[in-house]
């Protein structure tokens, strides 16, 4: 029986991939519907700067015991609209002095620990070997759920021979989200560009069609930094007879937020 060709397993990845993006969109959809949080002012005024950035001109001043409601966050900023529906740019530490509803203080879980746990972005830089090249690569994920991530992966790594580029997308499943040092897996589809050098008669030169499954393990290290180590099993669909398997180890840090 002839083995499927390179093509039909990336469309099976991306299927797999499909089903479980699915869910995440819909929780998505269906968090943009919740009620918004709602904070009281207890200082004497609130600034609202016209955009993320001390640099950004204030415009409006949320007076003490107003309510104001918390749309989204950008950096160390707070979007935020106050009762008269006027829209603005709250600084996180001004924020942090604000009450909820029923007197507690309003906590922003994302340079500690709780936010290793649940936060929606992090990226990261990364080194090691991929075959018997040297590799340097960068990564940004995208959290669909506590434990689920959607991860966008490149690389550039150098060889003896040849030279190359990797382009990734994949996910990662976060096994024990609630430890200092949570292992995962992950699985994920791509693109290899491979240069050589010129030094043989049989030009190496090839774009091909990646498929990897692999696991890693990343370790908080305190405010918004973390490390992580990684093993992916990488199958290169080439256009020969038979596919190539290239090992790849790699170890960095990453931030989140």
């Not at 089903?19 to 969109?25: A, C, E, Q, S, Y």
């Not at 409006?60 to 106050?82: N, P, Y």
């Amino acid at each position: 029986m002839p083995s499927p060709g390179p093509s039909r397993i990336l469309c099976a990845l991306l299927c797999w991939l499909a089903t479980l993006l699915l869910p995440g969109f819909a929780a998505a959809q269906s968090a943009s519907g919740r009620e918004l949080l709602q904070v009281f002012i207890t200082e004497p005024y609130l600034e609202l700067h016209t955009a993320p950035g001390r640099g950004y001109p204030v415009t409006q001043v949320v007076a003490r015991g107003e309510a104001i409601d918390v749309l989204k966050r950008q950096t160390e900023w707070f979007k935020v609209r106050t009762e008269r529906g006027i829209e603005g740019w709250a600084y996180e530490r001004d924020l942090m002095k604000a009450k909820l509803a029923d007197g507690s203080p309003f906590v922003i879980r994302v340079g500690d620990f709780a936010g290793f746990i649940d936060h929606n972005w992090e990226n990261g830089v990364m080194t090691g070997t991929y075959g018997s090249a040297r590799l340097v690569s960068v990564y940004a994920g995208f959290s669909l759920t506590d434990q689920t991530r959607l991860e966008l992966t490149e690389g550039q790594f150098l060889g003896k021979l040849a030279n190359g580029y990797l382009l990734e997308l994949g996910l990662s499943h976060v096994l024990l989200p609630e430890r200092r040092l949570s292992p995962f897996i992950t699985l994920g589809t791509g693109y290899e560009r491979l240069q050589d050098k010129g030094s043989l008669s049989v030009p190496l030169d090839h774009d091909s069609q990646t498929a990897y499954t692999g696991i890693g393990a990343r370790l908080y290290m305190g405010r918004r930094f973390f490390l992580r180590g990684e093993y992916r099993h990488h199958t290169v669909f080439t256009s020969r007879d038979s596919n190539e398997v290239k090992q790849e180890w790699k170890a960095g840090f990453a931030f989140f937020y």
